[in-house]
């Protein structure tokens, strides 16, 4: 009890000088109290954090890692979002220019048409008066072996006549089945040369061009050649109609196997 008493008289004495502010003494009942250091770790303990750590540096690399591949991902959903942007504003230019050039591409197809539908045409015209050459070219032809097979007897009725004019009229005949004769042959080159060339060109696939005749042999040349010839003939048998020679049967039918004109 006595140690009790003793020992809180000398805890009011120090509450009482801290109190007034002063020191604190110390004595063998009050000595001063250190501050207490941590226990010293033992061996297994240090072992233990010694094997720990490698486990905690993977864990701080991975939530490292795992933060930046959130701001890579974050980085890479802002780049995805302005390169949609910017292919939106292209997409959007592309319509205007598309808009802008649509007229322009109507007109060039419009002049791809047109020009098709004129080289059909012109392919078509071409055709046409090929064709009609053609047949007129065959008719004059049957015209000319009449007048060619009637000379004989142009001959018979020049001498019969016996007159200037009716021996004119025989060398216009002559003259005139031979010019046929020569317009003809040059035709039928040109037409041999015009089926070559379209040949080559069917086999080199390239755009059809007819090859006109040249201005100095046409179909008319032969026309105008036997319409001379025609006219020859009519006129011998005139001349030996109105002679003092009675018609004899043979010119009668003559007249009867003449050409007629075109």
């Known amino acids: 009890m006595l ?3 003793l020992e809180a008289l ?6 009482s000088s801290r109190e007034r502010g002063g020191a604190v003494t ?3 009942e009050n000595p001063p109290r250190l501050a207490l250091s941590p226990p010293s770790l ?11 750590l490698p486990e905690r540096k ?10 930046e591949q959130q701001k890579q991902q974050q980085q890479q959903q802002k780049e995805l979002k302005q390169q949609l942007k910017q292919k939106h504003k292209l997409t959007q230019k592309q319509k205007q220019q598309r808009q802008q050039l649509l007229p322009e591409r109507k007109h060039r197809q419009l ?27 065959e008719l004059l032809s049957q015209q000319l072996s009449e007048l060619q097979q009637l000379q004989p007897l142009a001959i018979h009725l020049a001498q019969r006549v ?12 002559r003259s005139s089945i031979e010019g046929a004769r020569q317009v003809q042959e040059k035709l039928q080159k040109q037409q041999q040369q015009q089926q070559q060339q379209e040949q080559q060109q069917q086999q080199q696939q390239q ?22 010839g025609v006219d020859g003939l009519s006129l011998l048998y005139e001349l030996s109609s109105s002679s003092r020679s009675s018609s004899s049967s043979s010119s009668r039918s003559m007249f009867l196997f003449l050409p007629q004109r075109m």
């Open 3 to 5: 140690q009790a008493t």
């Open 10 to 15: 000398e805890l009011r004495r120090q509450w």
């Open 26 to 28: 110390y004595s063998r």
């Open 42 to 52: 033992g061996g297994k303990q240090k072992q233990q954090r010694q094997q720990l």
């Open 58 to 67: 993977h864990r701080q690399l991975q939530l490292v890692s795992k933060e």
């Open 111 to 137: 002049q791809l048409v047109s020009k098709e539908e004129q080289q059909k045409q012109q392919q078509q015209q071409q055709q046409q008066q090929q064709q009609q050459d053609i047949s007129k070219q």
């Open 162 to 173: 016996y007159s200037g004019e009716a021996f004119n009229a025989l060398d216009v005949l």
């Open 207 to 228: 755009e059809y061009v007819s090859v006109s005749p040249p201005e100095d042999v046409d179909t008319d040349m032969l026309a105008a050649a036997v319409e001379s």
